[in-house]
Each structure stands twice: as structure tokens, then as C-alpha cells.
């Protein structure tokens, strides 16, 4: 593969043959290599081994742990031109983004690996003279994950740093279409010295087989998922009959909201961000657009002229901002929501048009209603439909009127707005002025039909521990 000067994290790369995976370009649709499919009997075996790498690994100390993911993040940072090419080879998106998702994603070893240190019990003043208290935090055993194509390292290292972080092994199927930054990701790790069978990849065009093959193991402790609310309920349903832990980070219906007192040029500025990053394909993309009557024509004139200036094409040349959208299916699913909201009124400010390959072009709709049908789907493409409102009660409704619940954007000056609004949103994450709010320092995840659990910060560690409580009696 061309300019990739670490060919170790090819190494992933097999012949073709009947049952090989093959890994396409987005951007031209050439195959870029082929990767092992693992049948469900691998995938069985490769969950015991995890089993048994784990009773070791949770004999380590926190200490040593982070040692091998502090080199890891370093190994990630030291190869980010590298990773960055094969993200981009294979997910499509800009370059600059992807030497972005590289940081990002080694950020959540780097944090995890001092969070690790930090997994306190307690002790608890006991109601019986006779008695201690205390509480231990223990990991959860064999964690499993399922991740998406639209951040294929940093979904998975959100789930796997605080897993081995906590002692618990690791077993993920990253999304067919980006498979070799899973397994660039993990020669790093073992590069980094991480134990066999700790991080284990698995890759299968079968999605369904390992969902039910996760879900229904008794050696698996916990699934964290990443995708579609769809699926996440399918997993959920699954997880029953084990009694599973899950972790759900399922998809958004982000309201991206601009005040008449906000400032016009940041809101246009975070609002490009917010929508266009990854061509529209991030689970966090503003989705709907409320803008005040009393600034409305000013955002959509400001917007529409920086949306025309975004550049279109291969992620690999310089100064793109806009990739192909992931596969055929994407851009008939951004087409045909264009489409109805056409049909039921909007106007095409700028964009519209599907082209060749892949790649369609960024959009803006205006004149769209709250009940047009583009405002209630996860649109996942690129296509931003604007909305006018003039009352901020109204707006907070619309806002909320949506099975999902992960993040809302929303621009103003107004330090009192400012709180009631944010307290008001019943969502997971509120961006104020602000388009692009992930980090691993805070707690990332939804509300309602958008997930359970929080991933990052502190908390995305109490995902892979037990709280253990021991009482001492006889004293
Ligand atoms: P997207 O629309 O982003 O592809 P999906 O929820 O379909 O979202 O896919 C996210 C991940 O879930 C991918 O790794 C995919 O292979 C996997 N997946 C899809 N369907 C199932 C299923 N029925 N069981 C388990 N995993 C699935």
C-alpha cells in the first residue's frame, strides 16, 4: 500500500481467497487488500484464550498496566502519519481528520492508563460495633465490543483502554469496512508489549453470528457497542439471557440551535464543524438546524458561502474537507432523505447533488419544517436542513421531541439563556458555543434511546469494574 512506511501494520493484510475480506477505497473503489474471516469456532477459541490472558492480566498491577499503554499511546503518536493513511485508504475521510482521530483515539490510552490507578474502594463506617466495611473494585473479566467504520481507531480504544486499563481483556470485531486500523492498533499494542490474547480483533462479514456468539457467551462479561440504535436494541435483547453488562453508544438526532443573541460567525464556524466532519457520519453531527427569525437569513447566507467553499474529493489531497460518503448504500439513503424533504417543501440553498462515486456534495436546506421527515431520521450524510423558530419554550420542545438523546449544540450570549437551556436539553452532551466537543477528559453518551453508560472521563472506567463490598464481622 502506497506511502505506508511501517509495513507491520500491514501485517494484517492475507491472500485472497474465497472466504478473505476484501478492503475497499471509498474514494475510487479499488481493493486496497484482504483480511482474514474468522469463523465462529475461531472466534470461540480466541474468546477462551482472552478468558484465560485476563486471570493474569487482573493480577498486575495498575502500575504495570499503564507502563505497556503509556508506550502504546507513544507508539500510536510515533506512527500517526502511518495510521492516518490507512484510516483514510480506507474510511474516506480527510486526511487532517484522520491524523486528528489518531490523536484522539491514542488520548484515551494515555488517560486510561493513569485512570487505572485511580480505581478506589472505600471504607464504610459501619452501623455494628462488631463489623468493617470496605468495597473493592475488581474488572469485570472478558469485555467485548462491537465498533463502526466512521472512527475506526478511536471507537475502539475508547472501549479498550479503560478495559485493560481495569484488567479485563478485550475482544472486539471492528466494522468490515475498516479493518485495518483495528489491526494496525492492536500490532502496536503488542509492539508496546502487551500480552497474547489481551486485545483480540476478529473480523467476519457475519455481524450477526458475532453478535449472538458475544452476546449469549458465558466467558464474555460485558458488551460495549457503538452503532445504530437498531442494532443496539438487537444486543440489548441478546445480552438478556446472560445478564450481560452493555454498554450502548447508539445514534443522535443532534438539534444545533442558534439564538438571536449568538455570535453569527462562530455559530457558522462550529456549525460547519459540527455538521461536515466525516462528510456528515458521526453519531455527534448536528442533525437539524433551529435558527432565529430575527438572524436566520444571516446564518443561511454566512453558511451557505462556507458550506460552496468546502472542497470535495480524495481524502489523500490536499485541502479536502469533504470524503465520500462510506459505501453505495450511505449515499441512496442521503440521497432519498434529500429527496423527500424536496417533496415536502425544502429548498436546496446550496449543494444537492449526488456525483460520481461515492461523494455528495455538502447541502443546505432551508425552509424545512419540524415535521418534515429529515428533522426525525438520523440523516449521517452530508445535508444540513434549517429550521426558523421565534420562541425559545417552542424550540426547547422541538429540540426534545426525538427518541434520541445524545448531543445538542446551541449558540447565545446570554449567560442566564445560557444555563436554562443547557439544563433543559435532554440530552447527553451539550455543546454551548462550541460545534466539536469530544475529549477523553469528559464523559461521552447519550440519554433515551441514545445509549446507557458514559465512555471517557472517570466514568468510562466503572463500565469494565465490579464494585466488590467485603464485611469484616467478629471484631
Ligand atoms: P452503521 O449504520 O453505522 O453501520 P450498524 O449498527 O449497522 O451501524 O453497525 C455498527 C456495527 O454493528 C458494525 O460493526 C456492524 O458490523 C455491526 N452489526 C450490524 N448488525 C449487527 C447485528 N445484527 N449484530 C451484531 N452486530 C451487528
Redesign the pocket.
Known amino acids: 500500500m502506497e506511502n505506508i512506511s511501517n509495513m507491520s501494520l500491514l501485517s494484517c493484510l492475507v491472500e485472497q481467497t474465497a472466504s478473505s475480506i476484501p478492503v475497499v477505497n471509498p474514494a475510487n473503489g479499488q481493493t486496497l487488500g484482504f483480511v482474514a474471516t474468522h469463523d465462529k469456532l475461531a472466534i470461540e477459541n480466541k474468546i477462551q484464550k482472552a478468558k484465560t490472558a485476563q486471570k493474569s492480566w487482573a493480577k498486575t498491577t495498575a502500575k504495570q498496566r499503564a507502563d505497556i499503554m503509556q508506550r502504546w499511546y507513544q507508539l500510536l503518536m510515533d506512527n500517526q502519519e502511518d495510521l492516518a493513511r490507512i484510516m483514510t485508504l480506507e474510511q474516506g475521510k480527510p486526511l487532517a481528520e484522520s491524523r486528528g482521530e489518531v490523536a484522539y483515539g491514542a488520548s484515551f490510552l494515555q488517560w486510561f492508563a493513569e485512570e487505572g490507578k485511580r480505581a478506589y474502594g472505600e471504607t464504610i463506617p459501619t452501623p455494628l460495633a462488631d463489623r468493617r466495611i470496605m468495597t473493592i473494585r475488581q474488572p469485570v473479566g472478558v469485555a467485548a465490543a ?5 472512527f475506526p481507531i478511536a471507537m475502539i480504544t475508547r472501549k479498550a483502554a479503560p478495559a485493560l486499563a481495569a484488567g479485563c481483556s478485550f475482544v472486539v ?4 469496512q475498516t479493518p485495518l486500523s483495528a489491526y494496525a492498533v492492536a500490532e502496536l499494542a503488542r509492539q508496546a508489549g502487551l500480552p497474547d490474547d489481551l486485545l483480540v480483533v476478529v473480523t467476519t462479514e457475519d ?2 453470528m ?3 456468539l458475544f452476546c449469549q457467551s458465558p466467558d464474555i462479561q460485558k458488551i460495549s ?4 440504535t ?3 436494541r ?2 440489548m435483547r441478546q445480552s438478556a439471557e446472560t445478564v450481560k453488562r452493555v454498554s450502548m453508544e447508539l445514534g443522535g438526532n443532534a438539534p444545533f440551535v442558534v439564538f438571536d443573541d449568538a455570535d453569527i460567525d462562530l455559530a457558522v464556524k462550529g456549525a460547519i464543524a459540527s455538521k461536515f466532519r466525516n462528510a456528515g457520519q458521526t453519531c455527534v453531527c448536528a442533525n437539524r438546524f433551529y435558527v432565529h427569525d430575527a438572524v436566520y437569513d444571516e446564518f443561511a447566507e454566512k453558511f451557505a458561502k462556507a458550506v460552496s467553499e468546502l472542497k470535495i474529493g480524495d481524502g489523500l489531497e490536499d485541502g479536502v474537507s469533504i470524503g465520500p460518503l462510506i459505501d453505495d448504500k450511505a449515499k441512496e439513503k442521503t440521497q432519498r432523505l434529500l429527496q423527500d424533504a424536496v417533496n415536502e417543501g425544502a429548498t436546496i440553498a446550496v449543494g444537492g447533488k449526488a456525483l460520481e462515486g461515492q461523494f455528495f456534495e455538502p447541502t443546505i436546506l432551508t425552509n424545512v419544517s419540524h415535521t418534515n421527515s429529515i428533522v426525525q431520521e438520523e440523516i ?1 450524510g452530508p445535508i444540513a436542513p434549517l429550521i426558523r423558530f421565534s420562541d425559545e419554550a417552542s424550540l426547547i420542545e422541538m429540540a426534545n421531541d426525538t427518541i434520541y438523546g445524545l448531543a445538542s449544540y446551541f449558540y447565545s450570549k446570554d449567560i442566564n439563556r445560557i444555563f436554562r437551556v443547557a439544563e433543559a436539553l435532554d440530552y447527553g452532551m451539550v455543546g454551548v458555543n462550541e460545534g466539536v466537543i469530544s475529549t477523553e477528559v469528559a464523559p461521552f453518551g447519550g440519554v433515551k434511546q441514545s445509549g446507557i453508560g458514559r465512555e471517557g472521563a472517570s466514568q468510562g472506567l466503572d463500565e469494565y469494574l465490579n464494585t466488590k463490598y467485603i464485611c469484616l464481622g467478629g471484631m
Open positions: 462491537i465498533t463502526p467504520w466512521n470485531k471492528p466494522a468490515v455481524a450477526v458475532v453478535g449472538e457497542f457503538t452503532g445504530s437498531n442494532v443496539g438487537i444486543l449521517f
